[in-house]
């Protein structure tokens, strides 16, 4: 089955600065991405997604990359701000029947006011 | 549009005991998918439901199961319960059909097994 790699585990940035989170997958069938954030006690929030037939796609001061050669996709974060602060979560759809999701293990990411 | 909601939101069971969980999707979504989150584990595919039928399912005991209603509402239950089991418990819904659509969580039920 899938397996998603993610990595680094925790990341801390200055404010202002932009964190990176990668991902890499197992799946060559892959091709959905969506990444989502995870604040202390909350539900896990999709903030940006992309599927197989593009390279990137940018939602104000977040993007995401996608390598299909590789297997391997990037969250980029710019202008980092405290409420950036969280867990954040990469995951890949394989297949073509159904919506499983397979998670990476998260990266917990800290702006430094 | 309401999100997705999901009752109880929080449960402590004794080991042995079984338990029912449910979800109630965003209007108009027809696939309900379940997920466990722990420390350990992170988040873990439990099953997919979509049309009052299964569609996946993922690497869980037979202990686990679930359900979906015409109106998309989905449960899932976990018999026998073992101290394992304490973790978060999201249900996510989408449109579904296969055209790689978003998927949006519930708030999830915390469940502990004393």
């Known amino acids: 089955g899938e397996n998603v790699e993610q990595h680094p585990s925790t990341l801390s940035v200055q404010e202002g600065d932009s964190a990176v989170i990668k991902c890499t997958y197992s799946?060559?069938?892959?091709?959905?991405f969506p990444w989502y954030k995870q604040e202390l006690g909350k539900r896990p929030q999709l903030i940006i997604d992309?599927?197989?037939?593009?390279g990137e796609k940018k939602d104000q001061r977040i993007a995401v990359t996608l390598n299909k050669t590789a297997k391997h996709f990037s969250l980029h974060i710019t202008e980092t701000q405290p409420e950036d602060s969280a867990v954040y979560f990469c995951?890949?759809?394989?297949?073509?029947?159904?919506?499983?999701?397979?998670f990476g293990t998260g990266t917990r990411l800290t702006i430094i006011p | 549009k309401a999100g997705v909601t999901q009752t109880p939101r929080y449960l402590i069971k004794t080991r042995g005991q079984q338990v029912t969980l449910s979800c109630s999707p965003i209007s108009g979504h027809r696939s309900v998918s379940w997920y466990q989150q722990t420390p350990g584990q992170g988040l873990q595919f439990l099953f997919e439901?979509?049309?009052?039928?299964?569609?996946n399912k993922g690497n869980f005991p037979g202990r686990f199961s679930g359900r979906q209603f015409s109106n998309s509402r989905s449960e899932m239950n976990v018999s026998t319960l073992e101290l394992g089991d304490s973790a978060l418990y999201l249900c996510?819904?989408?449109?579904?059909?296969?055209?790689?659509?978003?998927?949006?969580f519930g708030p999830g039920t915390r469940l502990t097994v004393t």
């Open positions: 799946d060559s069938a892959s091709n959905y």
């Open positions: 439901y979509f049309s009052e039928t299964q569609r």
């Open positions: 996510a819904s989408s449109r579904g059909g296969g055209g790689n659509y978003e998927q949006y």
């Open positions: 992309i599927r197989s037939n593009v």
């Open positions: 995951a890949a759809r394989s297949g073509f029947i159904g919506e499983k999701l397979t």
